[in-house]
Structure formats: C-alpha cells, structure tokens
C-alpha cells in the first residue's frame, strides 16, 4: 500500500548507517505532525525478507529506504502542502511531468514520481520524492538553505496515498534519521538527527466523520465522506467512521456515538484481526420510522493498544 521510491539520478546502496556527522534536519514538511500530516512508514531495518521499523514495530516494509510523510486525504493535497529542504545544500537533479495518479499509471524508472535530490557537506544527501506534478519549484544547481521550499506533496510515482518520501544517504548509504547507527538493528535508544527531535505515535486516526451509509473507502481517502449536516427525516442510518493509520492486530477501536440530549445513542468495540498500514472502520444504527430526532450529534472514537490509548478523534454533524 506504500510507495516505494525509487532513486532520483542516482543509484543508492542499502546498508549501514554513517559514522561521520550529520547535518541537523529539519522536518521537510509545512504541516502540524499529528493533525494535518502523519509518520506513515519509517526505514526497513530487517536485513531479510521482512521488515521492521526502528522500533522493531511494523510500520515498514522490506527495502523501504525512507521516510513517509503523508496527507490524510486528497482534499488536503489539493489545497496545497509545501515540502522544504530538510537541509542547506546544492539541487543535484529534480523531476517533474509525472502525472499524480499513483501506482496504476507508474512508469518503470520514475517509482519516486516528480521528486529532489539536495547534496550537502560531507557526502550527505536528501531525497524527495511523490511530489505534485508542476510544483517543483527548484533547478538543477540551486542553492538551498534548509526549508526553502521545494515542491508540494502529490500523488506522484509508486504509491497509494498523497505523501512526501524522504530518504537521508551518506555516501549512498540509507541512514534511519530516526536510529542513525547499523541499519540492520532496532530498538536501541540513540539521538536522532532532526533539528527538534521528534515522538511518533506509531499509528493513529487520520479522520474521522459522519454519514448516512457505510462509505466507500476510496471516499474516504478523497475526503468527501464526512458529512457537515444530514436531513433528520429521512431512512437509512447515522453512521460514524474512522481512518486509520499503523493499526495492529490486537488493537480495539471504539466508537461512540452521543445524541443532541447528551444521552448515549450508539457504541460499538471492534478489534483488529490484522495488522495494516490503513484501515477504516464504522459504526452506527438505523433510522427509525419517521427518521431521527433533530440536533447535533457527537462522534468519539478510540484505538487501544494493549492496556494504553494511543489516539482519539472526535467528529459531529447536525441533522436538520
């Protein structure tokens, strides 16, 4: 389900990290990490067939080279979401001209879509990739300081969802921003090479909102399932859904419907057999006859993992 990025002008190796210091990165995207962007995936640090993330968790998958920061849904890319440079440098090489239509339209050799590659001190080098077609906003041979931007998140290349790839080499090899010692390790504590360090969630909601049916997920992920008012008078149902990112088997999504009184209207548990990268799950009731009281109704959703709440999400809509 993730893109995976190819390299841009270049050919990069995938094995352990660099000793050498690295330049302080600032985070490549203009967004508020856990409300308007989210840590999809992170670098592969399974030397085999499988993958694992720093954290010897499952938000990877095998040879993925970097790290993914995407949009919650099209709608938030068509309003435009600038990606800058993580650090002061030289463009050695863009693209643009690829269509924003993901993998179904990839062509072999441009699986980074329209994309950056910035070369800095010391061997170091950062790669952008998926960008939006038209935006990149850089030549070949500029001079860049960090956040100087350079594009805006797209839909282009390898992948599935609107997102910027960012890959960190040095001297053509991938290094875990997050973990930056031996690739093929996990799970050690070490400083990161952001600028502000950075907590992921590792995984979470990406929306949440109100329909009157089950919505089709592709909806869903183009931003136009949650609906701001409903007519109350109606059949069918009221139905209250969720995106999610970084689910694992085991975890309980509750969902919680409130009325216009304050009384409890609906709630339902769901645990998860399977571990994804993204999901959506919903619940709700039928319309009685007549349809349903008039009023806002209030939506809380919440994803457990073991004994510990990782996230919750809130939605409403007014039915009229």
């Not at 690295?22 to 640090?45: K, M, S, Y």
Request: charged letters at 20%; aromatic letters at 6%; hydrophobic letters at 40%.
């Amino acid at each position: 389900m993730i893109g995976v990025s190819a390299v841009l002008l270049g050919a990069a190796v995938f094995t352990s990290a660099a000793r050498a210091e690295p330049p302080a990165l600032h985070f490549p995207v203009d967004c508020t990490l856990g409300e308007t962007c989210f840590l999809q995936q992170f670098v592969d640090r399974d030397p085999g067939p499988g993958a694992r993330d720093f954290t010897c968790g499952p938000l990877s998958y095998d040879t993925h080279q970097g790290t993914d920061i995407r949009l919650p849904d099209l709608e938030v890319m068509a309003a435009g979401v600038t990606v800058t440079a993580a650090a002061p440098g030289i463009v050695r090489g863009t693209r643009d001209g690829v269509a924003d239509l993901g993998r179904a339209a990839m062509v072999d050799g441009q699986e980074c879509g329209n994309g950056v590659a910035i070369t800095h001190a010391d061997g170091w080098e950062t790669q952008y990739c998926h960008l939006l077609l038209g935006s990149v906003s850089v030549t070949t041979g500029d001079r860049v300081a960090a956040g100087t931007p350079l594009g805006l998140i797209g839909l282009s290349g390898n992948t599935e969802f609107p997102h910027l790839h960012l890959t960190l080499r040095r001297d053509g090899q991938v290094v875990d921003p997050f973990s930056p010692s031996d690739i093929t390790l996990c799970g050690t504590r070490e400083a990161q090479l952001w600028a502000e360090p950075i907590t992921p969630s590792m995984g979470g909601f990406l929306s949440a909102g109100f329909s009157a049916a089950l919505p089709e997920f592709d909806e869903i992920k183009a931003g136009r399932a949650d609906a701001v008012t409903l007519p109350a008078a109606r059949s069918g149902a009221l139905v209250l859904w969720a995106n999610v990112y970084g689910g694992r088997a085991g975890d309980v999504l509750t969902l919680t419907i409130t009325s216009p009184d304050g009384r409890p209207f609906h709630e339902q548990s769901v645990t998860l057999e399977r571990t994804q990268a993204q999901l959506f799950r919903a619940a709700g009731r039928r319309a009685p006859a007549g349809g349903w009281p008039a009023g806002r109704y209030f939506g809380q959703i919440t994803l457990t993992r073991g004994a510990r709440d990782i996230d919750r999400i809130e939605a409403d809509v007014t039915l009229r």
